[in-house]
């Protein structure tokens, strides 16, 4: 069953910001790390955005470098997607994933839209 | 964009076997694991291969996936209607210090 959980998806304006949200209702949420996939209107899937189980260590595509902030909530089973200076080319449908480069990332949310448009 | 190259796309009739490339670089596939994702229309990918060769629990024995220096492929023997899909690889990459993914390749059953 779907443990992955994504909101905070909206429409706005170039240059706006947002704040994803991905909770977890399953029990190993700590102890694994976490990505941010995108996928384009009828493009193919980029990864955006990882942390650690411990949040201490993170990585970013270099496309949102500098604009894109990842952090987690480990207490809340919550992972969360700072999104500043949007730009039209950002507009995509947003995943979570669960897991790592060696398990791959074998749990998804269902994505949450974001939409950049004046 | 995307650093691993994989055809467009590819098809088979029902029963057959279909292979699908992906292609990288030292940096990328030929220094880590290769992961495979499946995703249906309208829906979230899901994990089909992990650490080049494994199966996660509940995905048919009819995929398999191999590795060989710089470049991965994903086998799907006796091919099903149900595999029409677009598939993607996906590996890190020590050079740029994150993820990269393949172009996709969409399946057609025919």
């Known amino acids: 069953e779907v443990q992955l959980v994504a909101s905070g998806g909206d429409l706005v304006q170039p240059g706006e910001t947002l704040r994803l949200s991905c909770t977890d209702s399953?029990?190993?949420?700590?102890?694994?790390?976490l990505s941010w996939v995108r996928q384009a209107p009828g493009r193919g899937l980029e990864w955006v955005s990882a942390i650690s189980g411990n949040g201490q260590v993170t990585n970013y595509a270099d496309s949102v470098k500098g604009r894109f902030t990842i952090s987690r909530d480990n207490s809340r089973s919550t992972m969360f997607l700072q999104l500043n200076s949007l730009t039209a080319e950002d507009t995509a449908t947003y995943y979570c994933?669960?897991?790592?480069?060696?398990?791959?990332?074998?749990?998804w949310g269902q994505g949450t839209p974001v939409t950049v448009s004046s | 964009q995307s650093v691993l190259t994989q055809p467009p796309s590819a098809s088979g009739t029902p029963g057959q076997r279909v292979t699908i490339s992906c292609s990288g670089r030292s940096s990328n596939i030929g220094s880590s694991s290769v992961n495979w994702y499946q995703q249906l229309p309208g829906a979230a990918p899901k994990l089909l291969i992990y650490n080049n060769n494994e199966r996660p629990s509940g995905v048919p024995g009819r995929f398999s996936g191999s590795k060989s220096g710089t470049s991965a492929s994903l086998a799907i023997s006796g091919l099903q209607s149900e595999d029409e899909a677009e598939y993607y690889c996906a590996t890190w990459d020590d050079r740029l210090n994150g993820y990269v993914l393949g172009t996709g390749t969409a399946v057609t059953v025919l």
């Open positions: 399953g029990f190993t949420f700590r102890t694994n790390a």
């Open positions: 994933a669960k897991g790592d480069r060696h398990s791959g990332w074998f749990d």
